[in-house]
């Protein structure tokens, strides 16, 4: 094995090094006015403290990724501010409702706590509310994922993160309209018309066929949202996982449990276009309401 260039590993140590004490004398200008007692020598102890007190995620910090107008705008009390990244124009055809079912099922699991440290490593504030209608960038949902998937979680795993969408949205205007139905055939239809509108706007939605038991659904990204990101697809597999489980979570308002799922073509493994096959049981009678 050839050990790399002891020379060249040495200038990068010395680059990052000094990289890191220019961010941590900005990061000290920046917190001084809110914390007179920030310590003046950048090392490890220090930073960790600070860490604590500031609630900065210092994989970010370290890895240079990490965005100080965000950040003082936090520290100022501003907890609804996004990264830039995510602000990008045109880019917010995502929903809210997205994010707030993914950290519903993950503060189920693992805490609030948790979920809030989850949405701090993507430079969110944890108090930050998300409306279910509001739009918001792809990039934010691939990223929560990513940081979901550090977990080590499997497929089935990321289906589940999305299984609770229809009682995350009973309250909403969209739940208000789906629990209205008997059957599951209704609620698909409804959800690809007048309800389709409540959803993200980087893909198109096309049901293939619906019967009482079983629908089948073709999900293509729209050409507006490829231009806009510049790429065939928008999103990750683990996103498309997610949406599983979102479909699957709309017999939820009359069977009580969501409907079988499988995908015989993603367009994030094989091809242009996701194929969703979803069945389901008639109910016998329409569950109770705190289901
Ligand atoms: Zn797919």
Redesign the pocket.
Known sequence: MQLPDRNLVESSADLFNRKLQTNYERLKDLLRPFDPSIPEELNVENLWSLSQRHHLDLDLFLRGQFNFETFKAQIAGDSQILPEKYLQNGQQLSRGRSVLTILDAVALYFGDEFCSNLLNRLQISGRRTFDPDEFLSMHLLVDLLTEVSRLGISNTDFRWLGFRSALVNRGTELGKIIYQFNTGDQIYRSMHEECMHFFDKNCKYEIQRLSKNSNEIK?TTREQTQEIFKSRTVGS?EV?LVRQGVYASMTLPVLGYPASIH?S?????DGDY?LYHLSWESPRSKPTPDL
């Open positions: 999900i597999r498309c995908e073509h993603c367009m994030h493994v996701c």
